[in-house]
């Protein structure tokens, strides 16, 4: 468990999910340009999706931005 009151772990419910899987320093123009190509692709394919962009990050900030790890995903129906 974390010992820092500010961080909570939350469980949630399984879901399917559509991920783009992406390196860089995240910022507004990044993430809209991959979040604007996972939608283009969903939509192209018929998958339906059910959520807005969810953006996960896995890097501490100071990990070089080539090196990070983000993805953008999408909830989508089974």
């Not at 419910?13 to 991959?34: C, I, Q």
Request: hydrophobic residues 40%; positive net charge; proline residues 5%.
């Amino acid at each position: 468990m974390p010992n820092d009151s500010r961080i909570r772990i939350v469980e949630r419910p399984e879901r399917l999910v559509a991920v783009t899987r992406f390196s860089g320093r995240m910022n507004d123009g990044l993430y809209e340009r991959k979040r604007s190509e996972l939608m283009t692709a969903l939509q192209r394919d018929g998958v339906e999706f059910r959520s807005g962009a969810m953006l996960a990050r896995y890097d501490a900030p100071m990990v070089p931005g080539f090196m990070r790890r983000n993805e953008i995903m999408f909830e989508v129906a089974e």
